[in-house]
């Protein structure tokens, strides 16, 4: 039992800081947001290019636990959030 116990909280302590990171759920919100939007289709276009680039550069953050990337990631996601007026 006590074996179980170590384990489980082994895993909350890894998974916690990518679980904690609001970018893991506010990129995939965004780009629902941004179909959503009134932008015009040709920005609707660079901005969803910026939220691509944004969401690999938080992944790549992500896997090398690199918080300056993920910093930057969420610059992008905070563009586009401001821009579509979420």
Excluded: W, Y
């Excluded at 941004?34 to 790549?60: C, F, I, K, P, Y």
Aim: glycine letters at 10%; hydrophobic letters at 35%.
């Amino acid at each position: 039992m006590r074996t179980l116990l170590l384990a489980g909280a082994c895993i909350l302590v890894i998974s916690g800081p990518a679980l904690a990171c609001r970018g893991t759920d506010e990129f995939p919100q965004a780009f629902e947001q941004l179909d959503q939007s009134t932008v015009s289709a040709e920005r609707m276009q660079e901005l969803r290019e910026l939220l691509s680039q944004g969401q690999e550069l938080h992944n790549e953050g992500h896997s090398q636990s690199d918080g300056a990337k993920m910093g930057e990631s969420l610059r992008f996601l905070d563009e586009v959030l401001s821009e579509i007026g979420q």
